[in-house]
C-alpha cells in the first residue's frame, strides 16, 4: 500500500461504501457550489441534508469531546435536498450513471418516490437532476414526469432519449456549476 | 461504576456531549411524533434533519458493510426541522430548557438565526419550539419575534413573561404530542 505524506494510507478515503454511491460525488460538489453562489447572492436558500448515519458507541476521551467509535450509513427516508426559492418550497434528488444509453431507476428507492408524491400534493416544486457523466450531460427531470414514467413502463431504466425529450439541460459556469434554478425560474414564469 | 444486566456500563448511553444536548430529548421525540402522524394524515411533510456528523475512518469488515469507526459531531449550519405546509416552506428549531424564569439564548446559534432571516426574505414560515420543562409549558414563538428581542436587548437570555406575551402555547395530545401546524394554522387564516 502507498504511504502518504501524512504516513496515513489513503485507502480508506478513496473507496466508498457501495450503499451510499452518491457521496463525495462530482455532482455533489456542484451542486453544493451552485447552492452557495444561490445562498451568498440571496437567490435561494437550499442545502444539502447530512447523510443520515446510525451511531452506536461513543467515546469521551476528554471532558468536551465526543468520538464516535463505531457508526453505520442508514438509508435516507427522503430526498437530498430541500430549500426555499421565491417562496415555493424545493425538493430534490440528485443522481449520476455512468450509462450512456439510460438511466437505471434501481437507484431512485421506492420511499424516495412516495416522499416526491407527497411533498408535490401539498405544492413543492420537486425534480432530479440526473447526471450522465460520460456524455457529460447533466439534466433537470421534474419529479412528476419521472414518476408518470415509472407508474407507465415495466422497464428498469428511463432512456437517454427520454431525457432529451422531457429534460432540461443544465447549463454550467464556473461559478455555478449546476444552474438548476434557471430552468425552475423559467418553468415559473411560464405559469 | 454500576454494571448493568447486559454487562456493560450504561455511562456513554447517559452522559450526551455537550455540543449536541438538544439529541435524543422529549421534545424532539414529542415533534416527530407529530411529524408522523401530520405525514401520515397528509396534513404536512416536515422531517427532522440528520445529525452531522464528520466521519474520519470507515472499515469494510465485509464486501458491502461500512463501518464507522472514527467520527465527530459537527455544528449544524442550519436548523432542525423543515418542510412543506399547505404550499408554505417551514423552517424552525427546538430547544428545551430547565429554566424557570428565562430562556438563555446561548442555546441558539450565531448562523442559526441567519439562516432564519434568509429563509424569512424567501417567504419562510420560520419559529422557534421552546420548551420549559420543569413548568411543562411549550411555545411556538415566531423566528422574527425572537430575533426582534435579540436585536433590540443586550440580556442573554429572554425572559418566560416575555413567551406568554409573544408566544403561543402548544397544545398536547396523545396522538399530537406537540400540535404546532395548530397555530400555525390559525394565524395563516388571520392573515
Known sequence: MIQYPSGKARKNKQRLPTSTSNRGNALEE???LSNQYYLAHDIAVVH???TPIQVVKVDYPS???AK???AYYRRASTTDYNGIYNGRYLDFEAKETKNKTSFPLSSIHEHQIEHLESVIRHGAIAFFIIRFTTLDETYLVYAQDVIHFIKNHTR???PHKWFQKHGHMLEMSYQIPCNYLKVIKLNEEKL
Open 63 to 65: 471532558r468536551n469531546k
Open 30 to 32: 456542484d451542486i453544493n
Open 48 to 50: 444539502k441534508k447530512p
Open 68 to 70: 464516535i467509535t463505531e
Open 156 to 158: 428498469k431504466s428511463i
